[in-house]
Structures are given as structure tokens and as C-alpha cells.
């Protein structure tokens, strides 16, 4: 069951002067922080779960320290952040989890697949040299951040990794990425959970994006993020764009099929 998060868990990532900010619009009518992303009178509640759920997920998981996570909630929240939200998102649901799993002296990897670039979680970990993030999204493509020569700050240089792929790209250079890449980075860091930033807007047939992902390419990646981690019960995806609903349905369901067959110990189809 999800739960709300707590202004200090909220805030190990935004600004308590945004939490108030937006807290506030909700609690006057709402409006907008951009002409993206409209805050409704439910959103700040509705955002506070969605936050809460991540974390729920990771204390289900270190308790039965088996099994993997699928954090399926709105709003989405890679693009929120430190101090505002945008691009539909309020609060950053992935930061938030990962920042509590550092704070408990974990070494996270965040693996963003959706198709656009996580500048919010980005950001929040720049300088931070307890998290790995790692982003595959198309260039030039909005947000119009996650260049390659983007690596971190100089108390955490090399903890950023951005692929920034053209339009066309297909699901062998995200596997690809992970394997020629990702995988030593991930080993050398010492990550002991993996968290994703799972959208699925990157699928051939979403009207946002131009990269051709099939579903399949969706249950190849999930193997290989599993295989960052050092043990079962130490991965969890979270929810972020997808823009057909059938594409998204296909994508989301060949993923949680292939992370539960592994979880069981069987490959799956």
C-alpha cells in the first residue's frame, strides 16, 4: 500500500520554500508551473503518494530482501527539480527513493530509460557521489539537457552517464549502452540497489518521441538492469512517460513479465 511522504523525506531532494510553493497552489485553486504541468486542487496530495509509494516499495523490499518493484504512478517525476517542477512532473518519485536509500548508506544506480533526459533527478544528484545516474534519451529532444559531456560535479565526477541517441534510434543501442557501459561503470561504483525511471515513451509507435523501441526491446533492458544489482530484492522501477496506451500496456507489461519470471528464477519468454 502506498503511503505519503514526509516533508523531510520530500526534502532530502526540493526545497522546502518549492514544497511550500506548491502546497500552497494546490491548497488556493492551483494553477500552472509551466504550460506543461497544470497543479490541480488534488495534486499535491495525489504527488505525496505517488512519492510515498516509491518509498513504500523499497521498505517492502528490504524487508523480504527478495523479489523486484513496480512503482505504477501519476504524476511522473524525473524532470522535477531541486526547486520547481515541470514537463508533468511535481515531485521527483525516483530521487526521493534514491535519496533515502543514500541516506541509509546505500550506493544507488538510477537507470533512465524514457526516452526524454531526467534533468530533475539530474540535477538533484549532481554533486553527489553516492548515486550513479545513468540517462538514455533522444538528442535534441526537450528538455535539451543530458549532453555527454555532462559528468557530474567536482565532488562526484563520472556519477552522470548521458547516451543522447538521435531520432531512429532502435533497442540495440540501449542494450547496448548497457552492456558496453553500464555494466562496468555500475561495478566499479560498488551499486548495491538499481533503481529505473522506467518510461516507455521511447516505443516506436508514441507520438512524442522519434526512437523505435519495440516491447520486447522493453523485457531485454529489464534483464540487464537486474543484473546491475548485487542480489535479489534490490531493484525497483518507477513509472515515468508513455504516451499510447497500448504501446505503453505492451512495454510495461513485457517488462514486469520478464522481471518476475527472473525474480523466480526462470528467464521467461
Given at each position: 500500500?502506498?503511503?505519503?511522504?514526509?516533508?523531510?523525506?520530500?526534502?532530502?531532494?526540493?526545497?522546502?520554500?518549492?514544497?511550500?510553493?506548491?502546497?500552497?497552489?494546490?491548497?488556493?485553486?492551483?494553477?500552472?508551473?509551466?504550460?506543461?504541468?497544470?497543479?490541480?486542487?488534488?495534486?499535491?496530495?495525489?504527488?505525496?503518494?505517488?512519492?510515498?509509494?516509491?518509498?513504500?516499495?523499497?521498505?517492502?523490499?528490504?524487508?523480504?530482501?527478495?523479489?523486484?518493484?513496480?512503482?505504477?504512478?501519476?504524476?511522473?517525476?524525473?524532470?522535477?527539480?531541486?526547486?520547481?517542477?515541470?514537463?508533468?512532473?511535481?515531485?521527483?518519485?525516483?530521487?526521493?527513493?534514491?535519496?533515502?536509500?543514500?541516506?541509509?548508506?546505500?550506493?544507488?544506480?538510477?537507470?533512465?530509460?524514457?526516452?526524454?533526459?531526467?534533468?530533475?533527478?539530474?540535477?538533484?544528484?549532481?554533486?553527489?557521489?553516492?548515486?550513479?545516474?545513468v540517462s538514455m534519451h533522444q538528442s535534441p529532444m526537450y528538455p535539451g539537457t543530458g549532453h555527454v559531456d555532462e559528468t557530474g560535479g567536482p565532488a562526484a565526477p563520472g556519477t552522470t552517464i548521458n547516451f543522447p541517441f538521435p531520432a531512429g534510434t532502435t533497442g540495440e543501442m540501449y542494450r547496448r549502452a548497457i552492456d558496453d557501459v553500464v555494466a562496468d561503470a555500475a561495478t566499479e561504483f560498488g551499486a548495491t540497489w538499481v533503481l529505473v525511471s522506467a518510461g516507455f515513451d521511447a516505443h516506436r509507435d508514441d507520438p512524442l518521441a522519434g526512437h523505435a523501441l519495440a516491447a520486447g526491446d522493453y523485457a531485454e533492458l529489464a534483464s540487464r538492469v537486474t543484473a546491475l544489482a548485487p542480489g535479489d530484492g534490490r531493484v525497483a522501477l518507477f513509472l515515468e512517460g508513455g504516451y499510447h496506451l497500448a504501446a505503453l500496456r505492451r512495454a510495461g507489461a513485457a517488462t514486469v513479465g520478464r522481471l518476475t519470471a527472473t525474480a523466480e528464477g526462470d528467464e521467461g519468454p
Open positions: 500500500e502506498p503511503r505519503a511522504a514526509t516533508p523531510a523525506e520530500i526534502e532530502r531532494v526540493h526545497s522546502p520554500r518549492y514544497v511550500w510553493s506548491l502546497q500552497r497552489m494546490a491548497a488556493e485553486g492551483g494553477g500552472d508551473l509551466d504550460p506543461d504541468t497544470p497543479v490541480s486542487t488534488g495534486s499535491w496530495s495525489t504527488a505525496v503518494l505517488a512519492a510515498g509509494a516509491g518509498l513504500a516499495v523499497v521498505d517492502e523490499l528490504r524487508a523480504r530482501d527478495r523479489g523486484v518493484g513496480f512503482v505504477a504512478v501519476r504524476p511522473p517525476g524525473h524532470h522535477a527539480r531541486p526547486g520547481i517542477g515541470m514537463g508533468f512532473c511535481l515531485l521527483n518519485n525516483v530521487a526521493i527513493a534514491a535519496a533515502a536509500l543514500a541516506d541509509a548508506g546505500e550506493r544507488d544506480v538510477i537507470v533512465d530509460w524514457d526516452v526524454h533526459h531526467g534533468n530533475g533527478t539530474q540535477d538533484a544528484f549532481w554533486d553527489d557521489p553516492r548515486v550513479l545516474y
